[in-house]
């Protein structure tokens, strides 16, 4: 049970450039989560998927594109990369909770993002 | 500004001492939650206190909710230097969570 994982640890792009970050779940869970991080903040919701084929919106979503083709995979794409993006970006998965609200989240161990 | 947020930013301790931070919110909630983040990897998460209770423990942990208040703490007793971490509310609103800008706590043995 590997839980949330993450692919790849590390990227450094130029200005311009695409590429898709990847996050996979082997708990079965129907939410997944895209967030970033940047020094000594929290995380900021970037998108969120409630099920398969499903996508919203978060606090900051504009510069990337998500899709959820497969319950467990949950992928964020950045188009034409900005140093603004540069940041830590966690994945997270859970499941719903009983009587309402989101349970626990599981998170990825994060890619770390270096836009020049 | 961003919903669940925590006070102090900051907390440095001696080893054996109790932690407490406190967390605000301005919005109703289903639930919150707080999760723990050492440095460099991804956050955990610690315990959850649904709407309908007031405290809730899980070992060395202890939160409290006071909704008519909108905030919520958690405490750690007889801290360790390996709690040293960031430490971060998340207030629930259906699917969503909202996380604050966290709490760094160190724990000097």
């Known amino acids: 049970n590997a839980g949330v994982t993450q692919t790849p640890k590390f990227r450094v792009l130029k200005t311009g450039q695409s590429m898709t970050l990847l996050c996979a779940q082997d708990?079965?869970?129907?939410?997944m989560y895209w967030y970033r991080q940047d020094p000594g903040m929290g995380l900021r919701l970037i998108h969120y998927s409630v099920g398969e084929g499903t996508t919203a919106k978060g606090e900051v979503p504009d510069g990337y594109n998500v899709s959820r083709l497969k319950k467990q995979n949950f992928l964020l794409g950045l188009e034409s990369a900005a140093p603004s993006q540069t940041s830590v970006y966690f994945c997270a998965s859970s499941s719903r909770l009983a009587g309402g609200g989101n349970n626990e989240q599981f998170f990825g161990p994060g890619t770390r993002l270096t836009v020049l | 500004s961003q919903q669940g947020e925590e006070d102090p930013q900051a907390l440095s301790i001696q080893e054996g001492e109790n932690a407490t931070m406190n967390c605000s919110y301005k919005t109703s909630i289903n639930n919150l939650q707080w999760y723990r983040q050492n440095s460099g990897r991804g956050l955990v998460h610690l315990i959850l206190i649904r709407s309908n209770e007031r405290e809730k423990h899980s070992g060395r942990l202890r939160v409290t909710l006071d909704t008519s208040k909108k905030s919520s703490s958690l405490l750690i007793t007889a801290s360790r230097a390996a709690d040293t971490a960031s430490y971060f509310c998340a207030k629930t609103s259906g699917s969503r969570l909202t996380f604050g800008e966290g709490t760094q706590l160190t724990v000097n043995p």
């Open positions: 708990m079965n869970h129907e939410y």
